[in-house]
């Protein structure tokens, strides 16, 4: 299969935290340092507390510092 997010060819997947996903064990790494990973992980649990199981997830953001919404900043 195909990582989702970088498009590299591994046999070894993860879903997102931050949406639905399938990505490399490189990319999920990646994630788990972005800042947003932790209110990420929390959005899910609270879903599935909820009985969503199907959560999409809060989004990734663009770039490993940005929010998904950037209000007020150029
Ligand atoms: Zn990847």
């Known amino acids: 299969m195909r990582c989702d997010r970088c498009g590299k060819n591994t046999n070894d997947f993860s879903v997102s935290m931050f949406n639905t996903e399938h990505i ?3 990319c999920k790494e990646a994630e788990k340092k972005h800042p947003l990973y932790e209110e990420a992980r929390k ?3 609270e879903a599935v507390l909820k009985g969503d199981n199907n959560f999409p997830g809060i989004g990734y953001p663009k770039n490993d ?3 998904t919404t950037e209000i ?3």
């Open 24 to 26: 490399c064990v490189e």
């Open 43 to 45: 959005a899910e649990f």
């Open 65 to 67: 510092t940005g929010r």
């Open 72 to 74: 007020g900043e150029s």
